[in-house]
């Protein structure tokens, strides 16, 4: 009967990540198939690409021209000319926010020719 499991390989043994019912001493044929190994960065969690603060800095952001923004999702938190003040401002509002700063017009780069 063939089956499929995952098991991990420590100190020279492989070690299954699930029981198994074998007499002892059965042998067994093995095909190895390695799993890219995991990014040490990489998380289970779900990834935040923090689109809904994109979409606020694409639509929303032109009365705040030249200041700082705290945004939480779809939502300003904190604004304000000084980044240390709107990051105070967004911890004593408890979000978790992205910072961001809005550009003045002037500020942006010149692209042509």
Do not use: C
Request: charged share 25%; net charge negative.
């Amino acid at each position: 009967m063939a089956r499929q499991l995952e098991a991990v390989y420590e100190q020279g043994i492989l070690r299954p990540l699930e029981p198994l019912i074998l007499p002892e001493h059965q042998r067994v044929h093995l095909t190895l198939e390695e799993a890219p190994a995991r990014l040490s960065w990489e998380s289970t969690e779900p990834v935040n690409e923090r689109r809904a603060e994109l979409q606020w800095l694409a639509r929303e952001s032109g009365p705040y021209a030249g200041q700082w923004v705290a945004l939480d999702g779809p939502r300003l938190v904190a604004h304000g000319e000084k980044l240390v003040a709107v990051i105070a401002a967004a911890k004593a509002a408890g979000a978790d926010p992205i910072f961001a700063s809005v550009p003045r017009d002037r500020d942006l780069p010149f692209g042509g020719w």
